[in-house]
């Protein structure tokens, strides 16, 4: 994987070495890196996320519990449990959620918990990252398991699972001091896909996903992109606002170019380089 050795922003490189792609207005609501909120809600296209069972990784499994992430986050969370080895000592509570689901979920609290507790962590229909097949919620295999709250302790594998997590593309999306940002208590078990090198800058910047949506807006195509230098890469980062009808999003055709809505206004592009092989532009 590598990690990052160096950040920064140099001149932005010739025109020239761009492509286009055209996407509809309609793709900003699709990617790992959709920010989904009380303000921006789950607006899916088509036949929504490509899901997979969570049982292709999970040594463990609830009983009863049918579970199923996003393709590419179940494959990197399997990756990621491998590395803590803990396939069998960490258990995946919690996945996709159709808003029939939380809806369920949500009612349930309710009238189980109160509207405090359940405003605190709980999300409403619409509102919930679970509905994106990206957020996974993990518990720590020790007996009876809460499934809105389990525990996730700062010890043990669960340490490790959490020091590993940004390598593996997933954040902690909702921390204790980002409560006023994000209006949902601190949940240690929720950790949300958002696709490296993006966890680690929010890791190392100690961002929300909130932020980060907003401080990738800086960078867009005319202007300064933003540069990480990797043991095996070098990442180029831009935002491209959405245009009405479709947007010519400019792709580097040398690059492998990762691209994602952020459920608000634009496209982030994710550009790996060979290392070597690509122009600073200092």
């Not at 994987?1 to 025109?15: E, K, S, V, Y």
């Not at 980060?212 to 043991?231: C, N």
Request: aromatic share 10%; charged share 25%; hydrophobic share 35%.
């Amino acid at each position: 994987m590598g990690q990052i050795r160096d950040l920064f922003i140099p001149r932005r490189p010739p025109a020239a070495k761009y492509d286009q792609i055209r996407l509809d207005r309609t793709k900003i609501h699709e990617g790992h890196l959709i920010l989904v909120n009380r303000q921006h809600p789950v607006k899916q296209s088509g036949t929504g996320p490509n899901l997979l069972p969570v049982s292709a990784v999970q040594a463990v499994q609830l009983p009863g519990a049918e579970i199923s992430l996003e393709k590419t986050c179940l494959e990197r969370l399997g990756a990621l449990l491998h590395a803590c080895r803990a396939r069998d000592r960490i258990v995946i509570v919690s996945g996709y959620r159709s808003k029939k689901e939380q809806e369920e979920l949500y009612e349930t609290s309710l009238q189980e918990n109160g509207a405090v507790f359940t405003a605190s962590y709980v999300a409403r229909p619409g509102e919930s990252e679970h509905q994106t097949g990206l957020a996974v919620d993990v518990g720590e295999n020790a007996g009876d398991v809460d499934f809105i709250c389990p525990s996730f302790p700062d010890y043990g594998v669960c340490q490790t699972f959490k020091q590993l997590a940004a390598e593996y593309g997933f954040i902690q999306r909702y921390k204790a001091d980002k409560e006023h940002i994000t209006h949902i208590a601190c949940e240690p078990w929720h950790f949300r896909y958002v696709g490296y090198p993006h966890s680690a800058i929010i890791e190392q910047r100690g961002f929300s996903l909130e932020e980060y949506t907003e401080f990738l807006k800086q960078y867009t195509f005319d202007r300064g992109h933003l540069f990480m230098e990797t043991d095996r890469s070098l990442i180029e980062i831009y935002y491209v606002p959405a245009e009405q009808g479709t947007t010519a999003v400019p792709v580097n055709p040398a690059a492998r170019n990762n691209l994602s809505g952020n459920n608000q206004n634009g496209f982030v592009v994710t550009a790996f380089h060979p290392k070597g092989s690509e122009d600073r532009g200092r």
